[in-house]
């Protein structure tokens, strides 16, 4: 079991940039894949970027070469830096980490973004 805490929410206008953070409540060192979804009013939650123990990452087409997921150990946290960011973008922000069959979501970060 590990607790999630997402953070860096926020309004901001097109073409701005936000940093979302993900703390476990535990070192992630093990954790298999840790993920970033997101969740628009009337749709489906969708993945946006994960990242694996190995440094691999993913990315749905519509944020590629605007986000970048990262990920320190140390501070048992993920990140996700946003750029560029569009109208489109808004929507409920959830942490997700797996770690064998197992996994946990976070409560959710909202991001809201302004024409």
């Known amino acids: 079991q590990v607790q999630l805490v997402e953070s860096g929410g926020g309004l901001v206008q097109a073409g701005g940039s936000l940093r979302l953070s993900c703390t476990a409540s535990?070192?992630?060192?093990?954790?298999?894949?840790m993920g970033w979804y997101r969740q628009a009013p009337g749709k489906q939650r969708e993945l946006v970027a994960a990242?694996?123990?190995?440094?691999?990452?993913n990315y749905a087409d519509s944020v590629k070469g605007r986000f970048t997921i990262s990920r320190d150990s140390a501070k048992n946290t993920v990140y996700l830096q946003m750029n560029e960011l569009k109208p489109e973008d808004t929507a409920l922000y959830f942490c997700?980490?797996?770690?064998?069959?197992?996994?946990?979501w976070g409560q959710g970060t909202q991001v809201t973004v302004s024409s």
């Open positions: 990242i694996t123990g190995g440094g691999n990452t």
């Open positions: 535990r070192n992630i060192f093990n954790i298999n894949v």
């Open positions: 997700k980490a797996n770690y064998g069959i197992n996994y946990n």
